[in-house]
């Protein structure tokens, strides 16, 4: 028997089997857990106990149906002389198949509107965060608490292209998670800047598309502090299965540790807005926001992809003005796939990634571009 044929038969037995490899398999036969994570939150908790509820319902019914056909079939076989009884139709028998799956409807309706009630209540949340959806990473800003920053892949394009090992998550490592607190509630306010994305956390039971011009609304709460990983389960382009969700709960008390150092950095980075920059600095800088915000569609050493992603070296764009060359970062190109940097990237980042490209692969062009300049920009338009 092939190890799907095997997997397959398993799964069929018994949500008993079921149940066992759930609660109790190791990380060494994680490849055999066949049933749906429980999670950490209330609302995956239940969505589970649902799950196994109907689960259970349905192999009730399953052994009793087949069982009394398996029975028929063998009693009243015709190598044993049973005659086939000749009857037009049985009005208890009709009452009874109608009144008995009704009856079940009921039962099993109950625990699901429970669930069903848990999932929608985002009422009364202790902490509110607002995702946005890029093509292709995330975007978290924790509502009046003035923190705000982008949340994209770290894995390198060179594990991406084969060009290195692949490390240990690959694809599934980001720039900087998602914190949330343990025992709040936390509301996820979610929406879309582009296309249409879905942010999914399987541990929280969270799903919910994010799109353009609405905002969904999904919480979450748990006592259990650790890393929980999903992903985008909307199909949004080239760089889709690249938009992995990480999301790191802490204990409160590290978390407002967490939150006062992310104000402390926002400080911080207003007072080098107006810093003289040195060349050396920006090209530093430049390089590493380069990789994690540019190179994928115009790869590693500015070529671009023909046809597809405009190649950086000795473009008009990157050899031209500063001012065109900040003005395409900060507005994108209507009807490409060059979105707007304004609000994914700082003054600091757009400045230095600028000042990379146009003193990178042959273009040295020399100039320096400055964060005060690419503010003087966005007042001015």
């Not at 086939?84 to 109608?98: C, G, K, P, Q, R």
């Not at 929280?204 to 985008?232: E, H, N, S």
Request: net charge negative; hydrophobic share 45%.
């Amino acid at each position: 028997m092939s190890k799907r044929a095997r997997a397959l038969f398993l799964g069929l037995l018994s949500p008993a089997i079921l149940s066992l490899v759930a609660g109790g398999a190791s990380a060494k036969d994680a490849a055999w857990n066949l049933n749906m994570p429980r999670g950490v939150t209330e609302v995956s908790q239940a969505a589970y106990d649902i799950h196994m509820i109907m689960i259970w319902v349905c192999t009730v019914i399953g052994v009793l149906v087949f069982g009394f056909m398996f029975y028929i079939m063998f009693a009243h076989r015709k190598s044993r002389g049973v005659t086939a009884a000749n009857f037009h139709e049985n009005l208890t028998v009709e009452i009874l198949w109608t009144i008995v799956p009704a009856l079940i409807l009921i039962v099993m309706a109950v625990p699901a509107t429970t669930a069903l009630l848990k999932v929608y209540d985002t009422e009364n949340p202790d902490i509110d965060i607002k995702v946005t959806g890029y093509q292709w990473k995330w975007q978290y800003e924790y509502i009046g608490e003035g923190v705000k920053f982008m949340s994209e892949l770290r894995t390198s394009q060179d594990e991406q292209y084969g060009r290195a090992p692949k490390g240990e998550h690959y694809l599934r490592e980001v720039t900087q998670p998602l914190v949330i607190p343990a025992n709040k509630k936390v509301r996820f306010l979610i929406t879309g800047n582009d296309v249409i994305h879905s942010w999914w956390v399987p541990d929280f039971a969270v799903k919910r598309d994010a799109i353009p011009g609405l905002f969904t609304a999904a919480w979450a709460k748990t006592d259990q502090p650790g890393v929980y990983v999903g992903a985008c389960t909307e199909l949004c382009g080239k760089d889709h299965s690249r938009m992995p969700v990480v999301v790191e709960v802490k204990e409160e008390a590290e978390y407002y540790a967490w939150l006062a150092g992310k104000k402390e950095e926002a400080v911080i980075y207003q007072s080098t807005i107006g810093k003289e920059w040195t060349n050396d600095e920006l090209m530093a800088k430049g390089e590493a926001v380069y990789a994690v915000s540019c190179a994928g569609c115009h790869q590693s050493a500015g070529q671009g992809i023909p046809g597809v992603f405009p190649a950086l070296v000795g473009s008009s764009i990157v050899t031209g003005p500063v001012e065109g060359h900040i003005g395409i970062l900060i507005n994108g190109v209507a009807g490409s796939a060059m979105q707007s940097f304004a609000d994914q990237l700082s003054e600091v980042d757009i400045a230095a990634v600028i000042h990379y490209k146009r003193n990178s692969w042959g273009n040295d062009m020399g100039d320096i571009v400055q964060p005060v300049d690419v503010l003087n920009y966005k007042q001015n338009q």
